[in-house]
């Protein structure tokens, strides 16, 4: 099993910046295992469908939605089994709830999410 537990979110202004973090842990991470694990962050905005928002290879290439390419940013501390996702200039459209989700052996878990609210 994976626990991811998402942390960071809450409200800010239009072109403010917020970092979100999700820690990782459970026995099957042990050792160096988190290094090799790809992580992501999606995002579901009420009455959305959950969409991917940034990714994270275990190489450390990584991807972004059209949306947020240039304002976030994605990054991992593996000595700390932990993903970021950086998120600048922010936008009343990026207000959604934002999951963490690793994949680790073909399983796929998800956190619980963190709320990011953007006012205008």
């Known amino acids: 099993q994976v626990q991811l537990v998402e942390s960071g979110g809450g409200l800010v202004q239009a072109g403010g910046s917020l970092r979100l973090s999700c820690a990782a842990s459970?026995?099957?991470?042990?050792?160096?295992?988190?290094?090799?694990?790809?992580m992501n962050w999606y995002r579901q905005a009420p009455g959305k469908q959950r969409e991917l928002v940034a990714g994270?290879?275990?190489?450390?290439?990584?991807n972004y939605a059209d949306s947020v390419e240039g304002r976030f940013t994605i990054s991992r501390d593996n000595a700390k089994n932990t993903v970021y996702l950086q998120m600048n200039s922010l936008k009343s459209e990026d207000t959604a709830v934002y999951y963490c989700?690793?994949?680790?052996?073909?399983?796929?878990?998800w956190g619980k999410g963190t709320q990011v609210t953007v006012s205008a």
């Open positions: 989700n690793a994949i680790v052996r073909g399983y796929s878990y």
């Open positions: 459970g026995a099957i991470l042990s050792g160096s295992m988190f290094s090799i694990v790809s």
């Open positions: 994270i290879s275990g190489g450390g290439g990584t």
